[in-house]
């Protein structure tokens, strides 16, 4: 399998750099520091996808590792570093990028979370929920963290005008919406029509609210396939440690874990 983690370490390195006012709070080069941003970032990324606690990194001591992770979070370094790769991933062909959506969940088991958390009956489990919006090839451009006990559909709602990239680039672009039958509800479908999407969503059959079921036409259905591709980034994410159960307690550090996930998927599709 192919590391991204030095593509991951160079493309944080690159957005701390850019902006000097932030640059000199992770200047490692005096003679009295022993360790390099380099090889700090190294550590961090260990802790993400293995999920060991902070105090068994063995190469640096933990509290210079954990407080250079805080100033990430601080200065939002890592999510500036996920929308610029996103931007630039999106200059080519965005069109075809932005012309198929989709949006789901993946529930998240929580070990020592404090905040969005709660009980999810069909998970039967206290859990986060991780809700996306993304383009055509699976890469997140609306990501957003509720407890697991809210229905899929209010989450879509309630943050779907945080987009992470430009509106008018979106509008200019979007064309179809793809989601399961959680999402089969009038206020979503509402929502999408209103924003001008054409919503391709698998009919609920459990909803007697609604006296004749609509179906999918053999074109929506073939459009329709294409929503595994969410599913795979799900997987993905899922393979750092620090998404499959939560142990961290802020909502803070558990979204740097979110966007150093996200940097590596989205670097994938430059390597």
């Given at each position: 399998?192919?590391?991204?983690?030095k593509?991951i370490?160079?493309?944080?390195?690159?957005?701390?750099?850019?902006?000097?006012?932030?640059?000199?709070?992770?200047?490692?080069?005096?003679?009295?520091?022993?360790?390099?941003?380099?090889?700090?970032?190294?550590?961090?990324?260990?802790?993400?996808?293995?999920g060991?606690?902070?105090?068994?990194?063995?190469?640096?001591?933990?509290?210079?590792?954990?407080?250079?992770?805080?100033?990430?979070?601080?200065?939002?370094?890592l999510?500036?570093?996920?929308i610029?790769?996103?931007?630039?991933?999106?200059?080519?062909?965005?069109?075809?990028?932005?012309?198929?959506?989709y949006?789901?969940?993946?529930?998240?088991?929580n070990?020592y979370?404090?905040?969005?958390?709660?009980y999810?009956?069909?998970?039967?489990?206290?859990?986060?929920?991780?809700?996306?919006?993304?383009?055509?090839?699976?890469?997140?451009i609306?990501?957003?963290?509720?407890n697991?006990?809210?229905?899929?559909?209010?989450?879509?709602?309630?943050?779907?005008?945080?987009?992470?990239?430009?509106?008018?680039?979106?509008?200019?672009?979007?064309?179809?919406?793809?989601?399961?039958?959680?999402?089969?509800?009038?206020?979503?479908?509402?929502?999408?029509?209103n924003?001008?999407?054409?919503?391709?969503?698998?009919?609920?059959?459990?909803?007697?609210?609604y006296?004749?079921?609509?179906?999918?036409?053999?074109?929506?259905l073939?459009?329709?396939?294409?929503?595994?591709?969410?599913?795979?980034?799900?997987?993905?994410?899922?393979?750092?440690?620090?998404?499959?159960c939560?142990?961290d307690?802020?909502?803070?550090?558990f979204?740097?874990?979110?966007?150093i996930?996200l940097?590596?998927?989205?670097?994938?599709?430059?390597?």
């Amino acid at each position: 399998m192919i590391s991204y983690d030095k593509h991951i370490i160079n493309a944080i390195i690159k957005n701390i750099t850019y902006n000097k006012k932030i640059s000199k709070y992770f200047d490692f080069t005096y003679t009295s520091q022993k360790h390099k941003i380099e090889c700090i970032l190294t550590e961090i990324l260990k802790v993400i996808k293995y999920g060991i606690p902070w105090r068994l990194i063995e190469n640096i001591p933990y509290t210079t590792v954990y407080s250079s992770y805080k100033r990430l979070l601080y200065f939002g370094i890592l999510k500036n570093t996920y929308i610029d790769l996103l931007h630039l991933y999106l200059k080519k062909q965005p069109n075809k990028k932005l012309k198929y959506q989709y949006t789901d969940t993946t529930c998240v088991s929580n070990k020592y979370g404090s905040c969005h958390v709660a009980y999810n009956g069909y998970k039967m489990k206290k859990c986060s929920k991780i809700s996306f919006i993304s383009e055509t090839y699976g890469i997140p451009i609306n990501v957003n963290i509720n407890n697991g006990k809210k229905n899929d559909g209010k989450i879509l709602v309630s943050h779907f005008h945080d987009m992470l990239i430009n509106k008018k680039l979106n509008d200019k672009n979007k064309k179809y919406m793809l989601a399961d039958s959680i999402y089969y509800v009038n206020e979503v479908k509402n929502l999408l029509t209103n924003e001008g999407y054409e919503y391709i969503i698998n009919p609920n059959r459990k909803n007697t609210k609604y006296k004749e079921i609509e179906k999918l036409t053999p074109k929506q259905l073939k459009i329709y396939t294409k929503r595994i591709r969410i599913e795979h980034t799900n997987n993905i994410l899922k393979t750092y440690r620090r998404l499959n159960c939560r142990y961290d307690r802020n909502l803070d550090t558990f979204y740097g874990s979110l966007w150093i996930a996200l940097i590596g998927i989205i670097i994938r599709k430059f390597n």
